[in-house]
Structure formats: C-alpha cells, structure tokens
C-alpha cells in the first residue's frame, strides 16, 4: 500500500534556498588574518551562490552532471561553491591541496574536471600541473594571489582564466534550479590509500541532505542558529565533516579559518569571534594546546568541540578539560561515510568515571548507520565489549562503490565493499552492548593468529608503557602453525639495558599469553609514512627480505 | 551522474532495530495511577514489538499492506505497536477515541482494518460499534477492562479476542524484517473536518523517518537520550506529534501517561518521574496552571513544553514563564504535516521584548518544509510580516492527497491541494522576513473586501479587549460592491450601556479604516462548536436565513 505523502527529493538545492531565505541573517565570517574578518549573511551568501550558478552555466556552459573542482580553503566563497554548484545540477570535487603533485593530477583527470576555483594564494600549486589537466577549460580565481605564476604555463595548456568576483558581478539574482532527482551526485571526494590509485566516492543530494540532518541533531554536533561553529577540518575533507551543508540547512553561524590554520591565528579568531563549536584533527588540538599553555587566553566560548580523523590521546582529552575548559568530543568516520559514522556523547546516568570511559571510545551509531563487526572466521561478532570484528557499515550516507570514470561502471574492490553491499571500514573494534565503538587496530595491522585475532596497537600501547621503551611497531609475520604470529620491534632508550624476555613478562600481565610475541627485533627507528604514522607496511617488508635480525623467545 | 552511495531506504524497521540496541537502556515509563508506574526498557520494549508482529503475522495472518487499528491510549504496547506494524509491513491506523460513534465507524470501515488493539478500558466505547465494523476480524485486548460488555454484541457480528500478553508470550524473539520501499505506508490517521466525511492521510516510511529526525533536531525539540519525554497529546493525534518514533531514534526515555489525562495525575507524574519535556495542546496546560495555581508542585525539571494543536493565549505563555518557571515552546502544524510544520525557537540575538514576540509566533519552517502564502488575488505574498496569504507547504512529510479506500485512487480535493501539488493548509497568515510564521485566521473565516483580506480573528480580539464586550465573533457576509464584508456579532457583559457606534470608534485606531466593519448584531451568546470554538458557520447561516437583526452604521 502507497502513502499519500508528497514526494519531494532530498537535495542541497533546499538547503540553499532555505538558509538564505529561512536563515538569512545568519552569517558566514572568514579570517582574513589582518584583524578585518570578512562578513556575510547567508541570505547574501545565497544571492552570491545563485550569481556564481549563473556564471558557471550562462559562462562558462557548465551543464547537469559536469565536474567542477574547488581547490580553496575554508571561506565564504567556498561554502557558496558548495552551494550553487549541486544545485544547478554539476557536481562539486573538492580538491586535497595536501596531495602530491602527481595524485592532484591523476584526481582531476579521472574526475574530468571541466572548471577549477582556486584560491589565488594556492596557484603556485596548482599552476605546474596545468599541462597535465587536459580536461580543465577554465580557471576561475577567487581573492588575491600572484597570477604571474601562470606565465609559465605553455598558452597551449592554459585554461580561460578568470576572476571570481568579475565572473559573478551583475549576474542575476535568482535561479531557476532544475528539478533533481535525490540519487544524482552531488559532490565528490577522492580518498588516497597508500596503495593503488586514490578512490572517488561520490555523494548523492539525499546523502548529503540526510548527513546534515544529522550533523545538526541533538544527539551528535547539537547545533542550532545560536551556535557559531569553527570547522578548522578542511572543506576539501570530506565537506567539511558536513558542517557547512548543515550550517546552511539549520541556521548555524560559521567562521571559516581560511589559511590560517596555525595556533597562533586560531587562539586568536576563538578569542574574539567567540565561536561555540569548532572542529578538527588532533595535532591542531595538540598545536593550540601547546600555544595556549604557553600564552594562555580564555576559549571557553567553545561548548563543545568535535575531534576526529584520527584517534585522541586521552591525555589531550583530558588536557583540554582541566586546563582551557573545553570539552573535545570524539567522532568517527571516513571519506566513504560522508564522514559521520559514530560520535561519542556518554549516555545518561553514568559516573565521571564511566562518562570518561565512554568518551574515549569512538561513539556511537546514529539511526541511519547499521554496523556490524566480522570476525576472524567471518562471522557476525556479537556486541558484548570484547568480541572484536573488522567493523562494516551500512546506510544512506555510506558509499555502495568508487567512482569508475567518466562512461564507466563503478569500482566495488571486494576488500572494500562486501557482497552483500556494504562497506568495510578496514578498521578492527569492539562494540559495547549499548553500541558504543572502540577501534582497536586497522585490518591490515592485525595479528591473525590460530583464528583470533591479536590486536597490534594494543601491543604496542602496552609496550611503550615501559620505561626504556621509546617505540614499538608489532606487525604480523607469517607462521607455519599459527598462521600469522605478533613481530615486536621495538626502539629503545639509549643506554637501556632491558632485554626481549624482561619486555615479554612485563607484557604478561597485560594481555592474554597466547598474545606475547615470541619474536622481537630491535630497531634505530620506526620507520615513518610521510604523514608521521608508523609504516608498518615497510617493516613487514624489511623482515619478508630477510633484512631484520630476529630473536626468538 | 549517479552518487556512488548506498541505496538504503528509511524505515520505521530501522528506528525499531536501532533504538532496541543503540539505545536499550532508554526506558518507556507508563503511569498506572496506582503509585506504581510500568517500566521497560527499549531493549524489552523491541523484543515486545518482534513478538507483536510474529503474534499479528503467524497467528493472525496479518500480511503486507493490511491495516491494523489502535484505540489506545499512551502506553508502553501502544509504542510496541507503533514499531511492530509498520516494520513488518503492514499499516498502522490509529483511532481518535473522541470521535463520535458514527465517524469512528465510518473511520474503520474506509481503511477496512482487519484487526483493533483496544485497551480493555476503551472497550465499553468499542462494542457498541462491534456490528457495524464489516472488516475487523480479530480484536487485540491490552491491559485490563470488563470484557463482558462483548456479550451483547451478536455472535455472528463479534471478531475474535485474544489477550495481549496471552497473544504475543512465548513468540520468537527475532524476526526476519522483510525489506520496504520507504514510500510504502507505515501509518495512517483520519482528521474529520466540519464538512464531509473524514480524511485519511496515510504516512510513509520516508516520511515518518524524516519526521522523526527533525523532531530530535536541536533546531526543533532538541532531544537526546539524556532527556525523557512526556507526550501528553494522545499517539492517535498525528503520531503524537512524532515524539514515540523520535523516542525509538534517538533514545530519548519517554513517560506515557496512559488515561491519567487530568491535571491532578500529570501534576504528579511531572513531580515524580521528573521529565525534561512534555507536549500537549493548550486546554492541558490551562488545566495544569490552575492545578498548580490551588496546589504548588515543582515542575521546573520540564526544560522545554511544546505546545500546539491551537493556538496558546500568551497569557498562559507568560504565567508558565513567571508563575511556573517553565517555558511554553509554541509549535504548529495538522495531521496532514505529520505535524511538524513550524517551531518557535526565537532567534540569537534579540532583545527579551523581541524573544517575546519571536515566542507568540507559529514559529520558523525546518528545511524540510517549504512555504508560500497565497493572496486574495492567488499571487505569491512576499515574506515580509505584513502581506496576508493562505499558507501553502510542501515538503517530504507533507500530504499530497488523502486515502481513497481499498483499491480507489487518492483523493485531492481542489480545496486542500493546489494544481501544481502544494498543501493548502486552510490557515491564513504573514511570514516575517527571518522566516516567521504568524496565523492570523482560518481561511474560510476570512473576509474578502475588494482584492483584500481582513482578518476576522484580528477584529475579534480587538473587540474583546473592550471592557464592556464578553464576546465578539466577526463573519463575512455579502456584499454589492465589495464582494464581502465584516459582520461584527458581539455579546455585551449584563447592564453594558455601549453602543455599535463606539464599538466601531474603538477600533478606529486598532486596525485600517477600510477593515472597521458597517454591519453589527448584538447576540444573547455566541455560538459554539461541541469543542467549544466560536461556531461561525451557524452565524453565517443564521444571517443568510435572515434570522439576525443586523444595524447599519
């Protein structure tokens, strides 16, 4: 049997229209770093998105579906991007400006980007790669930036280019948006393993709609028309967390950091733009932990401040509480999750001890994000605290498949996404019996041993709480019996004078003795991916070369 | 372009699943007005709501799409049965016990419900009706009640009973929930207007979820699982606004108050189970003031009460304000919105005066649903607090028709949908320019002067804030040259000397020369509906008959 409701589609164009109409007098202010923050209403905001739609189309005949990449910081300009380019039907691809040349390259290829808006002070960047983008046609550059750079670019190679506020001057100031289908895309957003080429996920207006719905809801960020939120995290990661769609869509104030991401400057915009809500990674926790204990202002105007993208000490955690009286909130998720997965608001009627324990685990799910765990035989692990599982998840903001490029199929890697459609996180946790996550280990990091499974970090936690040890990396090597067994590498302080076996029994207590590692190495140093992260994948190579001395216990 | 996400239809199946094990430990608290209230958990609540449907499907061959009746009042099973049914597929349809016998009738003869859950107290007003309900097969007691009054139905005309408990003990405790298309029905309501037969709108899966998360929305209720709920309007009055499904979503503890309706019993469950919300329509709260007036309980535990259904008196806004310490949150909305239509949540940064304005208001539109106001001349009003339209929506949990019956089509009366598929909501109003919604008339009471409206609500309470005029009632009435005119009926207080010529002198001031009404009629008392609201179509038809001695200024 049919319902006799209306059926409207879920898409960005309807939060455009209703936070400049609805929201209009909320405001999106940027750092500008010259003690002027530039400010505009959303309802201006609005008028400046539907000037823009009219200048990608009627301009520069951007057409429904057609890709048009942002390489900008976070700005008013760029949420106007995020706004006026799903909604005349194209699809926004926000670009890394963290990547490496040639993966920036290979991402607007394999999207097909037709139109790039930069910020003039990323054109350095972007303008060596110019010959290499052979579907770019125009370059529109948005705020000031040193143009000459482009001089090098062979005219051949050289897209149109144009300036972002030329372009949308005079244009109208309203629009006849296309009636979309939910399903169509929305944005893009490629992720980069470190294996293989980067993965494009692609959002949908009905994903993008429903995680605003839920980036705003009580029960995760909470935010409303009185807060003003700070998303330190980069527009160009995964939108944002979601903040500026559902800025738009729930009247939140913003204030966007643009380039200044050092703690310096961001003490600074917290301290006299006095937002309630900001958001970021923990090493810009960490910086602005460091700057504010060295030169102490008050910041807490911040209720609540969500941390994510990687795990947080609970020493910051902690940090932050006694020391600036702030409340860091754990959240997981990822590219392929839009990124909202989980969250960790502590449910009620719990001590300050049980709050804490509550707080340092990733979260929990919220009604649109089914999970379960895959054990090491393959089975659903149930959700009691200890029985750990790669996580898999499953619902309207998840990826279902990658990008394949233009006129080809989609990409469902089977290490990605199971049979049975849904996604596998790579991550290895447990789940309490009120549905809180803890993730304990990434998959491939994982000791499978026997049918259990041992978890690396947990290890390695264990071990670097010794004393004379400085790191430790365990990694799974290959065993005839067990199957794979726990590597223990392990650097430590000089002059030390611990040996493996003192390291193993002081490990014994700690975990469980199937756990214990009988082999252990001794490194100079851990090896260290770019981004600072152990390389575990270059120590399991060191050892399969034969290239480590190993003692066995 | 196609997104890459996962295709995932919303359902009630899912609010079920995920509030029985994200939020387990939240509780459904129902009063029983003997000391001793009936607790369960979410987690018992979910496993009741599986055996429910196992009962309905295995044991009474309740199938896809069948629909399934409640008469109950606001209990534990009445939730059970709000997630059992729609998630096993069939249709809920909850019966407003208020209504007379013969609409009741009609109600479940139209929908053709196979099966009723009764609470064993309703059951006196059910049997009557047992004969005339041609489709009803089984009959579902809950909870205790004189069953006997079922003897004097005929045998041949009576369903079958079973027991609740006795029906669903012992089933399985897991269910293989098939898998819906979220535009499939979930819920159906009946709201019977002055004229015609009743209408059934019937919610969807998509509309109900949505709903449900604007609910929760820290924009809207702003509920989490750290608040409990006490949803005093009725589960067959629109879904109880929304609250149980929002409950089952994000965890938010509920306290039913079952038939306990009085303001004695409400003054003492608010004191003793200490909620955090409630919601109710204004007549409630009235009775809850005078209550607490003769007998002073401390409610301040009530952070938010959100009040609809009609309009609230801003007297008893105030007195809640300063008497109680407890802030009424005007909300509006009707069975055809699901209701959420608008909340009164005022905006940052206004003055005390101007948050009391902001609070008198209907209040601002979620994203979810678009608005117009439609002038006398069905042009669109601009939103500027001043120009008058019929309000119109449209969104994903707004109806596009009413419920034609078994195999007809929907129906979309002319007056109830406009052509391009808007709801025409029947009430007349402005939308201040910050999105604002404030009603100022129905508008069938609306009187249409020359190409202008003049609001009859708006003459009328001007009229009576005249010492000596107990009630005033304004109707259009015919006229020559203006199509029609203001008819000012008024009731003076016992010995008042005032005339029609200083009434009119009065309002000079109040509202535009060309709106001061030419004809009046003093009335021994105005007419009244069986609810107790002004009765103007009897007025109206007393003054076509020539039944009314009418003075012409």
């Known amino acids: 049997m049919l319902s006799t409701m209306q059926d409207v589609p879920l898409t960005v164009t309807r939060i455009l229209v209703h936070g400049a109409l609805v929201h209009g007098k909320s405001t999106v202010t940027t750092w500008t770093g010259d003690g002027e923050p530039h400010r505009q209403t959303f309802r201006e905001t609005g008028v400046r998105a539907v000037q823009l739609a009219h200048a990608l189309g009627d301009e520069l005949g951007i057409g429904r579906g057609d890709r048009v990449a942002t390489l900008m910081w976070n700005n008013a300009e760029h949420l106007e991007a995020y706004l006026a380019i799903p909604s005349m039907g194209a699809v926004l691809h926000t670009l890394n400006l963290r990547l490496p040349a040639d993966q920036l390259t290979w991402i607007v290829n394999h999207a097909a980007d037709r139109v790039i808006l930069v910020n003039g002070t990323l054109l350095p960047l972007l303008a060596p790669l110019l010959p290499q983008l052979g579907t770019v046609e125009h370059l529109v550059v948005v705020g000031a930036g040193d143009s000459s750079v482009l001089d090098a670019v062979p005219t051949d190679r050289r897209p149109q280019v144009h300036a972002y506020e030329e372009l949308i001057a005079g244009r109208p100031t309203t629009y006849d948006w296309p009636e979309l289908d939910e399903r169509e895309a929305a944005a893009m957003c490629y992720t980069s393993g470190t294996t293989g ?4 996920v692609v959002y949908s207006h009905r994903s993008v709609y429903l995680h605003s719905m839920q980036v705003a809801a009580a029960e995760s960020m909470g935010l409303t028309s009185h807060d003003t939120s700070l998303p330190v995290v980069p ?32 003490a600074e915009m917290i301290e006299s733009e006095r937002p309630t809500h900001a958001a970021a990674v923990p090493t810009i926790w960490q910086g602005l ?6 030169k102490p202002r008050d910041i807490t105007c911040l209720q609540q401040v969500t941390i994510g993208g990687s ?22 998720g990822m590219t392929e999750t839009s990124p909202l997965g989980t969250i960790a608001q502590p449910p009620a009627g719990v001590t300050p001890e049980e709050e804490w324990a509550y707080r340092i685990t990733q979260g929990r799910f919220p009604a649109s994000v089914e999970a379960r765990l895959i054990g090491p035989d393959g089975s659903v692990m149930p959700w009691d605290g200890v029985s750990a599982g790669e996580l898999e998840v499953r619902g309207p903001w998840i990826a279902a498949a990658y990008y394949g490029g233009a006129g080809e199929e989609p990409l469902r890697p089977e290490d990605k996404f199971s049979p049975d459609g849904w996604l596998r996180t790579g991550d290895v946790g447990v789940i309490s019996e009120d549905g809180f996550l803890t993730l304990t280990d990434r998959a491939k990091d994982v000791i499978k041993s026997g049918g259990e499974w041992i978890s690396s970090v947990d290890l390695e936690g264990h071990l670097m709480a010794h004393p004379d040890v400085v790191e430790a990396a365990v990694v799974a090597v290959p065993d005839a019996r067990w199957g794979e067994r726990p590597l223990a590498t392990v650097v430590l302080r000089e002059g030390a004078t611990t040996d493996f076996a003192a390291l193993r029994e002081f490990l014994a207590g700690k975990v469980a003795k199937w756990q214990l590692p009988e082999r252990w190495t001794l490194l100079e140093e851990v090896p260290k991916t770019s981004v600072g992260k152990f390389d575990k994948k270059v120590i399991r190579r060191r050892h399969a070369d034969g290239e480590l001395t190993v003692t066995t216990l």
């Not at 738009?248 to 643009?258: C, E, S």
């Not at 932990?289 to 060295?294: P, V």
């Open 197 to 200: 080429d980067p993965k494009g």
């Open 235 to 266: 527009m160009f990661h995964v939108n944002a967390w979601g903040i500026p769609h559902a800025a738009f869509m729930a009247g939140i104030n913003l204030l966007m950091p643009d380039r200044f991401l050092q703690p310096g400057p961001l």
């Open 289 to 294: 932990l460091a700057e504010l204990t060295e």
């Open 311 to 332: 795990a947080c000490p609970p020493s910051l955690m902690k940090a932050f509480d006694e020391q600036l009286g702030v409340r860091l909130c754990h959240a997981w």
